[in-house]
């Protein structure tokens, strides 16, 4: 009969538990900066299209607003990413005016893969 050993276990995640939150920021950056920007949508609902087509890709036309998708805070049990660009929240929640072009919050695919690289942390690999 094996055993569990759950201290081992608990132990093990505990003195990896920086490296992991690390890597689901890293996660959620990528989600948030590249896959919403290049497929044009969030969460599987595409962004209402430009009404004026002038071949540059939506919501980008300086790339600030992408490149500061960023980890904003970190804690012991937590690191928060996000934008400090005044403007993307009423990009991304949009306005009266301004359609909402979603490009970071809560993701399924995000959730997908940190808890596939969590499951992974705890089986050892």
Do not use: C
């Amino acid at each position: 009969m094996s055993k569990f050993r759950f201290d081992r276990k608990a132990a093990r995640f505990r003195s990896r538990k920086r490296a992991l939150l690390e890597r689901m920021a890293n996660n959620a950056q990528y989600e948030f900066k590249v896959v919403s920007f290049d497929s044009r949508s969030f969460n599987g609902r595409a962004w209402t299209p430009n009404k004026i087509q002038d071949g540059r890709q939506q919501l980008v036309k300086t790339s600030r607003m992408r490149d500061s998708i960023t980890i904003l805070s970190r804690t012991a049990n937590s690191i928060k990413v996000g934008t400090n660009v005044p403007y993307a929240k009423y990009h991304n929640d949009g306005t009266a005016t301004l359609p909402k072009r979603q490009f970071i919050g809560k993701n399924q695919r995000v959730e997908s893969k940190n808890k596939q690289l969590i499951s992974a942390y705890l089986k050892g690999k």
